[in-house]
Nanobody
Framework: VQLVESGGGLVQAGGSLRLSCAAS????????MSWYRQAPGEQRELVAA???????KYADPVQGRFTISRDNVKNTMLLQMNSLKPEDTAVYYC??????????????WGQGTQVTVSS
């Protein structure tokens, strides 16, 4: 599965952006889709995740400001980011995890999209 992110850019603090992750094939078999981010000099961290059934999880810093969703028909995942802060500045990555029939978890990553929030 190939994942391609889009929607990043430069926005002022308090503004909004919507990131999109498009998959090259059906995501019905992808158990968990998630967004990660990595700021310069920092480790990559989980931002939000959504299961195939729609259950969601958010990192504490984005809880209440970001909303993750997935469309299993359009094979896309979205991240709506509101009330953006300068500390949200990072490269945002899309990740998909599939549990294979061999019980091995296969992970797929996108190439990342830059989000920059100015103060």
């Amino acid at each position: 599965v190939q994942l391609v992110e889009s929607g990043g850019g430069l926005v002022q603090a308090g503004g909004s952006l919507r990131l999109s992750c498009a998959a090259s094939e059906s995501i019905l078999s992808i158990n968990v889709m998630s967004w990660y981010r990595q700021a310069p000099g920092e480790q990559r961290e989980l931002v939000a995740a959504v299961t195939k059934s729609g259950d969601t999880k958010y990192a504490d810093p984005v809880q209440g400001r970001f909303t993750i969703s997935r469309d299993n028909v359009k094979n896309t995942m979205l991240l709506q980011m509101n009330s953006l802060k300068p500390e949200d500045t990072a490269v945002y990555y899309c990740k998909g995890e599939r549990l294979g029939t061999d019980r091995v978890v296969y992970a797929y990553w996108g190439q990342g999209t830059q989000v920059t929030v100015s103060s």
